[in-house]
């Protein structure tokens, strides 16, 4: 795993930086010391970590001396604001938001897929999106044996995308439906309980949401196929916590779903999860606080007239692989060098 490492966690009392500070525990990440860093609202919070309790500070730009890893959830604008101080300081940034993913010198990494990438930083390292790390992670296996030329995806995106508060709202929602009460939409776009609706993040010009663009864009440059077609709907569903994918996928060559699946049964961070006569599917319930992405409903594209299609469906914890493991991975990735 190699030595012990400094570690700070910026945005360390929200729903992804919770998990990150679990996740480090959990996976007994080699800690030397570790920094709680958010905003001057949430400073004074004590949080544990292997059983200490450590007050959160406020996070500034003298915040990164003598840290070696900055694991940051704290929204883009804030990833912006704090990077050239964390890099200064000569401290690695791995960072959960979207702002670094796509600039050329930042690697984005999913250490199943790429870990190579991560030690080509110059300072950071970015996380892909939710969505893009739980489809990517039971694609890429398929990529490797046969070439995925064109993906679509719809994807079935839990409250937990929109952060701790729009969990609460799920929850506030639901209970004020049940009750015969006025529903009240404060942080999602529209009301959520006993609902769904097709909109995350703001519409470009084509009609597509930034959502749905991040898993087209940062698929190509994780899986290093720019050539790759993709197209994606994202749907935000009455789920509190793990996205669901449907995956539909064109290969260059043939595949059968028996091919499928034991190239799934192999694969990193997936459980192959694929016995519908038996109810065996995946499931958000099931993902929930797992390391791994559930993958099934592995069948033959029958609108096709050959075997080059496949349909399947995948759930994953966004909080997990999602966002808080997958920086985790990246840390020890770097750490085992």
């Known amino acids: 795993m190699g030595r012990a490492k400094s570690v700070a966690v910026v945005g360390v009392t929200g ?4 998990e990150m500070l ?11 010391s570790i920094k709680l860093l958010a905003s001057s609202r949430s400073a004074g919070k004590k949080l544990k970590f292997k059983g200490e309790e450590i007050t959160v500070e406020e996070l500034t730009e003298n915040s990164f001396k ?12 804030t990833s912006e604001a704090f990077a050239k101080a964390c890099v200064d300081a000569g401290c690695v940034m791995i960072d959960n938001s ?3 993913r796509m600039v050329d010198t930042v690697p984005l990494v999913i250490p199943e897929i790429n870990p190579e990438d991560a030690f080509k930083h110059q300072g950071i390292i970015a996380n892909p999106n939710c969505t893009t790390a739980i489809m990517a992670v039971a694609v890429y296996p398929l990529h490797k044996a046969k070439k995925v030329r064109r993906l679509i995806a719809s994807t079935y995106q839990a409250a937990s995308g929109g952060g701790a508060p729009a969990m609460q709202e799920l ?5 004020a439906v049940l009750e015969g009460r006025p529903v009240e939409v ?16 703001a519409f470009k010009e084509n ?14 440059k994780i899986m290093h196929a720019p050539e790759m077609l993709i197209s994606c709907t994202s749907v935000r569903v ?9 995956l539909n996928l064109e290969f260059e060559e043939e595949i059968t779903p028996e091919e499928a699946r034991a190239i799934i049964a192999k694969a990193p961070g997936v459980q192959l999860c694929d016995n519908p006569a038996e109810k065996v599917y995946p499931m958000p319930v099931d993902a929930t606080g797992k390391y791994d992405v559930l993958v099934g409903r592995i069948r033959q594209d029958i609108s096709r007239n050959d075997k080059k299609g496949l349909e399947m469906f995948v759930s994953g914890d966004q909080l997990l692989k999602g966002a808080a493991l997958n920086a985790v991975q990246i840390a020890e990735v770097l750490n085992s060098k």
């Open 98 to 100: 979207s702002a670094f």
């Open 186 to 201: 404060k942080v999602m776009a529209q009301r959520i309980a006993f609902n769904l609706f097709p909109h995350i993040d």
């Open 207 to 220: 009609g597509y949401t930034k959502e749905e663009l991040k898993m087209v864009n940062e698929t190509r």
């Open 66 to 77: 003598g840290i070696d890893y900055a694991l940051f959830s704290a929204g883009g604008s």
């Open 238 to 246: 009455p789920v509190l916590r793990a996205h669901s994918e449907s």
């Open 171 to 175: 929850i506030d929602q639901s209970r």
């Open 22 to 32: 679990e996740t480090l525990e959990k996976r007994n990440f080699p800690v030397s």
């Open 15 to 18: 729903a992804v930086g919770i």
